[in-house]
Each structure stands twice: as C-alpha cells, then as structure tokens.
C-alpha cells in the first residue's frame, strides 16, 4: 500500500470533481464560468501527470454528469485447487481475474459473476468480498480514474474456457507462478491474497 501523502494526481482528480460538482449545482453563469477554468487547469494537471493528450482527457469525461463520486470495478478469483483462473486482455496482451466496471442495476455479486462468465466462459458464484481497495492507495501505474476495486472470492459451478471482445485466451495458473499481469486491473499480491481468503474462508475482509 502507498503512503496517505496526496499526489499531484490525487489533487488534479479532486479539482476536477470540484469543477463537476460546481456545474452539477450552480446556475450563476460567472460561478459556472470559474467552475470551466477550474476544469480546464484540472485537464491540464492531468495531461502533465499522465503525460496524456489533454483532448483524451476530455473524452474521458464528456458524459459525466452530477456529483462526481469513485468508480466501481469488480474481480473475480476463481480457484482450482491452487490454480487461478485468469484471462488475457486483448488491450495490452496481459493477464488478470476476469473482471470490469460494475453496471447499473448489478447488484455487486452479481456484477462479478457477470463478468467471470463474459470473460472467461465459466460460471461462478460469489462467496466472499474478501477486499475492497482504493485503487490509488496500491502500488497500481497511475490513472485519472478514482477507483474502489472490489475482490469477490467465487466458487466455479461449472462452463468452458471462452474468449470474449475483451479477452483473448483463458487458463489456469499455479498461484505461485502467474504469468505477466495487467498491473491497472490486478497485482500479484491481490491475487495472492484472495488465496489466502480461499484457504481460511474465516479471514476479514481487507479495506482500502
């Protein structure tokens, strides 16, 4: 876990939720005129941090409306034995539990065995939450993104391997050899963790 210090990132995200919030509430056009130059500079934070295109940026963001909160992304570990079911990104080439954003309407069990099925094939139950992290408080590559990662431990009942427009390959791998991971959706020792949870179901859940 990273310090609690803020970063220039975590000041550039809260700047912008500000300026979102600010024109989610505000009719006064010379407060609403300050909240667009308070977004502007929080873009151009950003862009520096993230050494990203400032227009990018925006397109992120273009559909956000109201108070600006987190995002929500589910992962699914699912065990066989002391193997792990992984799938492999077609974005990056890199691998990581099955997962994705929770969508409106999904109960959040029910988002990750939503996604276990989409992306790999199998059929899952959620047992557990066995964490719920603060993206930004882990050792994850930075993103513009405020993200709360919630890890279901989930219990395979049954399906095949099957590639997804997301996924490209689906496999088993022993916990204590995990190929090359998308380190923005997962890191080894989440992974290795949720096995812990899966050899004492009795553990706390792990937060932020």
């Known amino acids: 876990m990273t310090g609690t210090r ?18 989610t509430f505000s009719r006064d056009p010379f407060d609403r005129e300050r909240y667009h130059e308070l977004e502007e500079l929080a873009t151009a934070m950003l862009s520096a941090e993230l050494v990203a295109p400032p227009e990018a940026l925006r397109a992120l963001w273009k559909d956000e409306r109201g108070y600006a909160t987190p995002k929500v992304d589910v992962r699914g570990g699912v065990f066989r034995g002391a193997d792990v079911l992984l799938v492999r990104e ?15 309407n999904d109960s959040p069990s029910g988002a990750v065995e939503r996604e276990v099925l989409e992306e790999s094939g199998y059929r899952a139950r959620a047992v557990k939450l066995a964490m719920l992290l603060d993206k930004s408080r882990h050792p994850h590559p930075p993103g513009f993104w405020h993200i709360y990662k919630l890890f279901f431990l989930c219990e395979l009942e049954g399906g095949a391997a099957a590639v997804s427009g997301e996924t490209d390959a689906v496999e088993f791998f022993p916990v204590t050899a995990l190929p ?3 380190t923005g959706r997962v890191l080894a020792g989440q992974i290795e963790r949720l096995y812990q949870h899966r050899l004492n179901p009795a553990l706390p859940t792990d937060f932020d």
């Open 6 to 23: 803020p970063t220039v990132l975590d000041w550039a995200r809260k700047l912008r939720a500000i300026a979102q919030n600010g024109l």
């Open 90 to 104: 077609r974005s990056d080439a890199r691998w990581t539990l099955p997962g994705g954003w929770a969508d409106v």
């Open 180 to 182: 090359e991971l998308s």
